[in-house]
């Protein structure tokens, strides 16, 4: 019961996030990876609504160390530079003027570094490179600028920039890809406001497969690694059943799709909102994580939207 007290008075005050007291609204994420480096560039577009009037903001941002980490230069708001610093992990942001109790702001943060934690970026297990966004349990910070705190929630979207040979898997639904030659641009968008440790990007050369048997307006898929697809293919095509047997036992499925996919997070199996990534050794072809795909699965509800 003193849990539930406590938290109902946190969701009745609003967030409290630095000491400041805000609520973002929406993430827009515009990252540029490469196969030449490990580096990245980033924009992000951050919308905040005030809860009480405010002089600064800031927001989590790792500083580079020992040649990892982010670098923040510029900020703007509506088209105009303004006053910003980027040290001890926070992007700290001066207000051109007050900003009023229920005012709603965008700022457009551009940074680049090579992160050192969050975006895993390797080889999978036959030497191909990959990837990977691993933020559980605050790690989003390492690569993108947020509150990397699971009380503050917001919608977001991610536009990947990538070498055209990898496909980009992201939450939410994509909305568009186009090629350039040597690139390849993909839009992912997800309108349910969810916390920075499920949101990610996978970005890898991946085989695909729509579920025939998925449930009724809900695309379930597995995305695996090219040389691993037969085996994963079995070992994830009981997720359709899976999510079918809690849609009815608990409520419709939160999100527009489901992607199982192939991964190299450090855990079994990471809950990541309508994209969950499975540690790449879970491929047997024998079917033997079965439990680990329902437990992730049931995430879903239970730990995501929850």
Same mark, same amino acid.
């Given at each position: 019961?003193?849990?539930?007290?406590?938290?109902?008075?946190?969701?009745?005050?609003?967030?409290?996030?630095?000491g400041?007291r805000?609520?973002?609204?929406?993430?827009?994420?515009?990252?540029?990876?490469?196969?030449?480096?490990?580096?990245?560039?980033?924009?992000?577009?951050?919308?905040?609504?005030?809860?009480?009037?405010?002089?600064?903001?800031?927001?989590?941002?790792?500083?580079?160390?020992?040649?990892?980490?982010?670098?923040?230069?510029?900020?703007?708001?509506?088209?105009?530079?303004?006053?910003?610093?980027?040290?001890?992990?926070?992007?700290?942001?001066?207000?051109?003027?007050?900003?009023?109790?229920?005012?709603?702001?965008?700022?457009?943060?551009?940074?680049?570094?090579?992160?050192?934690?969050?975006?895993?970026?390797?080889?999978?297990?036959?030497?191909?490179?990959?990837?990977?966004?691993?933020?559980?349990?605050?790690?989003?910070?390492?690569?993108?600028?947020?509150?990397?705190?699971?009380?503050?929630?917001?919608?977001?979207?991610?536009?990947?920039?990538?070498?055209?040979?990898?496909?980009v898997?992201?939450?939410?639904v994509?909305?568009?890809?186009?090629?350039?030659?040597?690139?390849?641009?993909?839009?992912?968008?997800?309108?349910?406001?969810?916390?920075?440790?499920?949101?990610?990007? *996978? @970005? %890898?050369?991946?085989?695909?497969?729509? +579920? #025939? =048997?998925?449930?009724?307006?809900? &695309?379930?898929?597995?995305?695996?690694?090219?040389?691993?697809?037969?085996?994963?293919?079995?070992?994830? *095509? @009981? %997720?359709?059943?899976?999510?079918?047997? +809690? #849609? =009815?036992?608990?409520?419709?499925? &939160?999100?527009?799709?489901?992607?199982?996919?192939?991964?190299?997070?450090?855990?079994?199996?990471?809950?990541?909102a309508?994209?969950?990534?499975?540690?790449?050794?879970?491929?047997?072809g024998?079917?033997?994580?079965?439990?680990?795909?329902?437990?992730?699965?049931?995430?879903?509800?239970?730990?995501?939207?929850?």
């Amino acid at each position: 019961m003193k849990k539930i007290i406590l938290f109902s008075l946190l969701v009745a005050c609003g967030p409290f996030v630095f000491g400041q007291r805000i609520d973002v609204q929406h993430y827009k994420y515009e990252i540029e990876l490469s196969d030449l480096s490990d580096a990245i560039n980033g924009k992000a577009t951050i919308t905040v609504k005030y809860l009480e009037d405010a002089s600064q903001i800031a927001f989590d941002l790792v500083s580079v160390e020992d040649d990892k980490g982010m670098v923040a230069f510029q900020v703007m708001e509506n088209n105009k530079l303004i006053p910003s610093f980027h040290r001890n992990d926070k992007v700290t942001i001066t207000l051109p003027a007050v900003a009023r109790k229920g005012e709603v702001h965008s700022y457009e943060i551009s940074y680049m570094g090579t992160p050192q934690d969050g975006l895993i970026i390797s080889k999978n297990k036959f030497g191909e490179r990959t990837f990977f966004a691993d933020n559980w349990p605050n790690r989003a910070h390492h690569w993108i600028p947020c509150i990397d705190e699971p009380i503050d929630k917001a919608s977001f979207e991610f536009i990947v920039s990538a070498p055209a040979a990898y496909q980009v898997i992201s939450n939410g639904v994509k909305t568009g890809e186009t090629t350039a030659g040597l690139k390849k641009i993909t839009h992912w968008k997800e309108d349910i406001a969810l916390p920075s440790k499920v949101m990610v990007i *996978g @970005v %890898a050369r991946f085989a695909i497969k729509q +579920f #025939a =048997d998925s449930p009724p307006g809900l &695309p379930v898929s597995a995305w695996v690694y090219p040389n691993d697809s037969a085996k994963a293919f079995f070992d994830y *095509g @009981v %997720a359709p059943r899976i999510v079918q047997y +809690f #849609a =009815d036992y608990i409520a419709p499925f &939160p999100y527009k799709k489901l992607a199982n996919v192939q991964s190299k997070t450090i855990f079994g199996g990471m809950e990541n909102a309508s994209a969950i990534f499975y540690a790449e050794d879970l491929v047997t072809g024998k079917r033997q994580s079965e439990d680990v795909i329902a437990h992730e699965i049931a995430h879903q509800w239970f730990g995501d939207m929850a």
